[in-house]
């Protein structure tokens, strides 16, 4: 251990940047990528360009349900002098080439169905007399009309002019092979899905997720839906840390629940390490006598916890440093390599696990797992007058209005989860603010 030092807050938040910046640079230059089925790619990261491989539509198909004709056949339609066609076809939206339409007749056609060579408009049901299909017989029922000609099977009566193309849609219209369909970096949304899939994508190539093991200690921690016994208390950071980490890109592929035994300790950490390209641990980086994060990493515990942090790299462990963040909740922290793998150490208090992750871990893992920049320090309103001591960066659970400000839900306690469970941004107080006004602008980060 390098020593306990206090750092300011944006210090600490450079040196896990410079912790995590191999596991950018490898999203960044697309180093490490996956193909996954187009059904499990949604919020996934495009890696590279997606190119279409066919055309969209694949062929002409019609717009609208109506019936396909001649451009030239219905030049002189009007609503006063209709001009009647003889309805030679059907063609619905299904497999098959279409017969050719010939002059004069019209081939009643249903919306993405193909138009059959020898047509080059659509005529919209609307725009006939009848003005829907409701009722009219199908070309193989009876004759409609002896005037409609020989062979005919019924008639239609068109009364607006349509020119070539009109309600068509030409192959390749929306997209040609070849097109760029996706570009590099797209985060996958359902609309960005439903193109790839009507080009016949199965299938993208996508930025790998940060693979993250996420690590709780403390003899006293029972699972969520198990029963404490004296002195012990429901584990609220597993489940949290975990969903943090999927939301900002990363795969939890191992999740650990640890008591204060430093061998047993040492050997999930090293399996963590092992199977995960960052580890993070709550819990056990304080000044108590059971430190066991601590003691395993900085070699500084009891002769057992000595043993234990030689077997995960040192009795110093020389790539850990545990040190105090100048800021409130949250102030122990720790950061380093084991076994060659980031480790991240958060403090146990629910409150301070969260807000560490939201400081110093969401932005660089997002970057991690090549999702875009966001920004999310804004200003607020304060609607209701605060103070704080004097010497610690301030992060307050806060939630905002309607109106654009901000209150201050909870107290500052690091253990009032509930208060954090109100909230959807943190106050930031700097160090040197002891009081601040109603009405005060503020700067808040969205959780």
Same mark, same amino acid.
């Given at each position: 251990?390098?020593?306990?030092?206090?750092?300011?807050? &944006?210090?600490?938040?450079?040196?896990?940047?410079?912790?995590?910046?191999?596991?950018?640079?490898?999203?960044?230059?697309?180093?490490?990528?996956?193909?996954?089925?187009?059904?499990?790619?949604?919020?996934?990261?495009?890696?590279?360009?997606?190119?279409?491989?066919?055309?969209?539509?694949?062929?002409?198909?019609?717009?609208?349900?109506?019936?396909?004709?001649?451009?030239?056949?219905?030049?002189?339609?009007?609503?006063?002098?209709?001009?009647?066609?003889?309805?030679?076809? %059907?063609?619905?939206?299904?497999?098959?080439?279409?017969?050719?339409?010939?002059?004069?007749?019209?081939?009643?056609?249903?919306?993405?169905?193909?138009?059959?060579?020898?047509?080059?408009?659509?005529?919209?049901? %609307?725009?006939?007399?009848?003005?829907?299909?409701?009722?009219?017989?199908?070309?193989?029922?009876?004759?409609?009309? &002896?005037?409609?000609?020989?062979?005919?099977?019924?008639?239609?009566?068109?009364?607006?002019?349509?020119?070539?193309?009109?309600?068509?849609?030409?192959?390749?219209?929306?997209?040609?092979?070849?097109?760029?369909?996706?570009?590099?970096?797209?985060?996958?949304?359902?609309?960005?899905?439903?193109?790839?899939?009507?080009? /016949?994508?199965?299938?993208?190539?996508?930025?790998?997720?940060?693979?993250?093991?996420?690590?709780?200690?403390?003899?006293?921690?029972?699972?969520?839906?198990?029963?404490?016994?004296?002195?012990?208390?429901?584990?609220?950071?597993?489940?949290?840390?975990?969903?943090?980490?999927?939301?900002?890109?990363?795969?939890?592929?191992?999740?650990?629940?640890?008591?204060?035994?430093?061998?047993?300790?040492?050997?999930?950490?090293?399996?963590?390490?092992?199977?995960?390209?960052?580890?993070?641990?709550?819990?056990?980086?304080?000044?108590?006598?059971?430190?066991?994060?601590?003691?395993?990493?900085?070699?500084?515990?009891?002769?057992?916890?000595?043993?234990?942090?030689? %077997?995960?790299?040192?009795?110093?462990?020389?790539?850990?440093?545990?040190?105090?963040?100048?800021?409130?909740?949250?102030?122990?922290?720790?950061? /380093?390599?084991?076994?060659?793998?980031?480790?991240?150490?958060?403090?146990?208090?629910?409150?301070?696990?969260?807000?560490?992750?939201?400081?110093?871990?969401? %932005?660089?893992?997002?970057?991690?797992?090549?999702?875009?920049?966001?920004?999310?320090?804004?200003?607020?309103?304060?609607?209701?007058?605060?103070?704080?001591?004097?010497?610690?960066?301030?992060?307050?659970?806060?939630?905002? /209005?309607?109106?654009?400000?901000?209150?201050?839900?909870? /107290?500052?306690?690091?253990?009032?989860?509930?208060?954090?469970?109100?909230?959807?941004?943190?106050?930031?107080?700097?160090?040197?603010?002891?009081?601040?006004?109603?009405?005060?602008?503020?700067?808040?980060?969205?959780?």
């Amino acid at each position: 251990m390098a020593g306990t030092a206090r750092v300011s807050v &944006d210090e600490h938040r450079a040196d896990v940047a410079a912790l995590l910046a191999p596991l950018v640079e490898a999203a960044r230059r697309r180093t490490r990528t996956e193909d996954v089925p187009l059904a499990r790619a949604l919020g996934r990261v495009l890696a590279g360009d997606l190119v279409a491989p066919v055309a969209v539509p694949l062929f002409r198909n019609s717009q609208m349900d109506g019936y396909a004709v001649r451009a030239a056949d219905v030049a002189g339609a009007s609503a006063d002098a209709p001009v009647r066609l003889a309805v030679a076809a %059907e063609i619905p939206a299904a497999p098959g080439v279409p017969p050719r339409l010939a002059p004069a007749t019209a081939a009643r056609i249903m919306t993405g169905a193909p138009v059959p060579e020898g047509a080059d408009a659509v005529v919209p049901v %609307e725009d006939t007399v009848a003005g829907t299909f409701v009722g009219a017989p199908r070309p193989e029922g009876p004759t409609a009309d &002896d005037a409609a000609g020989p062979g005919a099977s019924h008639v239609v009566d068109v009364r607006v002019p349509r020119s070539a193309g009109d309600f068509v849609r030409e192959a390749g219209s929306d997209v040609r092979p070849g097109d760029t369909l996706l570009a590099d970096g797209t985060v996958l949304a359902p609309h960005h899905l439903a193109a790839a899939a009507a080009c /016949g994508v199965g299938g993208v190539r996508v930025v790998a997720r940060p693979r993250v093991a996420v690590l709780s200690t403390g003899s006293e921690l029972v699972g969520p839906g198990e029963t404490p016994g004296p002195g012990q208390v429901f584990d609220a950071n597993a489940d949290a840390l975990g969903a943090a980490v999927r939301r900002a890109g990363g795969d939890v592929v191992l999740t650990a629940r640890c008591g204060d035994d430093a061998a047993r300790f040492a050997a999930v950490l090293a399996e963590a390490a092992a199977a995960a390209d960052l580890v993070v641990t709550s819990g056990g980086v304080s000044q108590g006598a059971y430190e066991v994060v601590k003691d395993v990493l900085g070699g500084s515990g009891p002769a057992g916890a000595r043993g234990a942090a030689r %077997e995960v790299g040192g009795a110093t462990s020389p790539g850990v440093t545990f040190r105090s963040v100048a800021m409130q909740p949250g102030g122990p922290q720790g950061f /380093g390599t084991v076994h060659g793998t980031p480790v991240l150490t958060f403090p146990g208090n629910p409150v301070s696990a969260q807000v560490s992750f939201a400081m110093f871990l969401r %932005e660089p893992l997002e970057r991690a797992a090549g999702l875009p920049a966001v920004e999310r320090v804004r200003t607020a309103v304060l609607a209701d007058a605060l103070t704080s001591p004097a010497g610690k960066r301030q992060l307050l659970r806060g939630a905002t /209005g309607p109106d654009g400000t901000v209150r201050v839900v909870g /107290g500052a306690g690091s253990h009032l989860v509930a208060s954090m469970a109100r909230a959807n941004v943190l106050v930031d107080v700097p160090a040197d603010v002891t009081q601040w006004d109603a009405g005060t602008e503020v700067e808040v980060r969205e959780l």
